[in-house]
């Protein structure tokens, strides 16, 4: 399912966050979240006419086929493209993104303002009468920080939370012995 691009951003940014010591482990990570992101990307790119990924997709002797094929505006995708551009600095990321974000805006856009789910990769003509609204709080904002400056909403300092909104990272360290003692009482 489309739901689980999230994955290749989140391990990136483990390795970014040094979760190992062993830095053999964390190339191997890294590795990984270039593969997934590669094979999400893959849904989009290689799947439907529109360039749209399906909402899910089934693996089998591998080969990759659609197994449910409406659009939903989701933002797993680009959000694990923001987090690897941001990593790695690969130009291919932002390039990705971009492609994306011009599919969605030529088969997904809607007269007058706004965005809608289409009910086939294939055949774009058919629109769901609504917009999602984690396509303006995320897709969009993954979106546009991926070609905004590092600096902006920087990933040392901020973290996402599930709906993407950043929240400052705590830098003074908790004792947690105090914690889970007054917690207890």
């Given at each position: 399912?489309?739901?689980?691009?999230?994955?290749?951003?989140?391990?990136?940014?483990?390795?970014?966050?040094?979760?190992?010591?062993?830095?053999?482990?964390?190339?191997?990570?890294?590795?990984?979240?270039?593969?997934?992101?590669?094979?999400?990307?893959?849904?989009?790119?290689?799947?439907?006419?529109?360039?749209?990924?399906?909402?899910?997709?089934r693996f089998r002797g591998g080969a990759m086929t659609i197994h449910g094929s409406q659009f939903r505006l989701r933002p797993e995708t680009v959000e694990s493209l923001f987090y690897m551009w941001r990593i790695t600095h690969d130009d291919k990321?932002?390039?990705?993104?971009?492609?994306?974000?011009?599919?969605?805006?030529?088969?997904?856009?809607?007269?007058?303002?706004?965005?809608?789910?289409?009910?086939?990769?294939?055949?774009?003509?058919?629109?769901?009468?609504?917009?999602?609204?984690?396509?303006?709080?995320?897709?969009?904002?993954?979106?546009?920080?991926?070609?905004?400056?590092?600096?902006?909403?920087?990933?040392?300092?901020?973290?996402?939370?599930?709906?993407?909104?950043?929240?400052?990272?705590?830098?003074?360290?908790?004792?947690?012995?105090?914690?889970?003692?007054?917690?207890?009482?």
């Amino acid at each position: 399912e489309h739901l689980v691009c999230f994955l290749p951003g989140t391990i990136a940014l483990g390795v970014h966050n040094k979760v190992s010591e062993n830095q053999m482990e964390l190339d191997s990570q890294m590795e990984l979240a270039k593969d997934l992101m590669d094979t999400c990307y893959d849904m989009y790119d290689k799947l439907s006419s529109t360039k749209l990924a399906p909402d899910s997709v089934r693996f089998r002797g591998g080969a990759m086929t659609i197994h449910g094929s409406q659009f939903r505006l989701r933002p797993e995708t680009v959000e694990s493209l923001f987090y690897m551009w941001r990593i790695t600095h690969d130009d291919k990321y932002r390039k990705m993104a971009w492609n994306i974000f011009k599919a969605m805006d030529t088969y997904c856009k809607v007269d007058g303002v706004g965005h809608a789910n289409i009910f086939d990769v294939n055949s774009p003509s058919r629109k769901e009468d609504r917009m999602e609204s984690f396509w303006l709080a995320e897709t969009l904002k993954y979106l546009y920080l991926t070609f905004e400056d590092d600096s902006v909403i920087d990933i040392n300092k901020f973290v996402f939370n599930t709906e993407a909104h950043p929240f400052r990272v705590i830098e003074k360290k908790m004792d947690l012995d105090l914690v889970s003692s007054s917690a207890a009482s």
